[in-house]
């Protein structure tokens, strides 16, 4: 039997499909590097951003941490006023009661002072027997 590359027409062909093998061995050569060069450009490129969003990153980093300071600085401010506020209170709250107390002395000596004039007779200054309803002149006086 004769092999194929013998016939005439059949050369041809080969000859054809073995530079059409060479031509897309070529090609596929020549994409291969344009392949790798986009790839690299691709990941160069993402790097690139990569880096930029970190350098962001630190950035924004660094002005939250410059508010937590100035946040904790506040803080503590705040809660040296609320201890004054609290002692201030306290203080108040002694203060009133131990005015209650003086009060309650001061009615005390006040309701003493006005038994005594009235066992002695004396009403708000005046003698008792003076005033006109004064209980036993009214009960001895003829109506």
Known sequence: MPLAS???ESKGNIQNSETRAIRVKQRDQMKKPQEKESRLD???SGLELLLQGTSELKESQKK???QILELKESQ???DAQIQKTDAQIQKTGAQIQ???????KTIKKLDEIGRQLGDL???????AEDLPCYPFRCALSPH
């Open 98 to 104: 131990e005015t209650g107390e003086l009060l309650q």
């Open 76 to 78: 503590k401010k705040t």
């Open 121 to 127: 007779g004396l009403v708000q200054g005046e003698v």
């Open 64 to 66: 939250t941490d410059e």
């Open 6 to 8: 013998e016939y005439p």
């Open 42 to 44: 691709r990941i160069e």
